[in-house]
């Protein structure tokens, strides 16, 4: 869990798992420690703050394509997966509570996800989820995470949607990680 927790931070570009950023005492936070997707007085285009430095992460190399361009603030982040729906990609007979960090039982799961900076740490492949480039991001651990692109806006604080599994009983966490990052794309609304 405390992997999972420590995927919850930020960074500033694409690729691979949020990492905790050092400073950040603002308000306008959410539950998650992160700037709150429903910032009204923001753009969500990057700010000059010394509380926003990135962290040490990797950063996706390349072209980010975007088949489908998604809103990245104007709504709560941690409210776009229920826990109905993250025990459903589980598999999972108990459903835990509502928020950006869920877990579940049988089989044992946590689960966090959350709009955030494009960065990730750890082995991650390429691939594509509703048309826009993702990388799946296998950690040390077990852990798998899916972050997928919601806008290829240099500019953008918060450019990515990520889920992220850690597995407490065996399974495949990636194909969680997946599902989960596929639900969450389709439910963000278009921007």
Known sequence: MAATLALSACAT???????????????GKTTSGKPSSTRSSTSGKKESS?????????????TVKIGTKKK?????????LTP?????????????????VQST???LAVVLFM????????????ITVGGNTAYEVKENGGDCSVLVMLTDDPEEITPAFLASVTPIDTFDPCEVALKLATKGFEKIPNA
């Open 13 to 27: 570009t694409v690729a691979g798992s949020a990492v905790p950023a050092a400073g950040g005492a603002s308000s």
């Open 72 to 80: 990245t603030s104007g709504y709560e982040d941690c409210d776009i």
């Open 84 to 100: 109905d729906e993250v025990a459903a990609a589980i598999g999972a007979k108990k459903a835990g509570e509502k928020g950006c």
């Open 105 to 107: 039982e049988e089989p």
């Open 50 to 62: 010394s509380a926003g430095t990135p962290t040490s992460g990797t950063k996706p190399a390349g």
């Open 115 to 126: 709009v955030t900076f494009a960065e990730y740490e750890g082995q991650a492949r390429e």
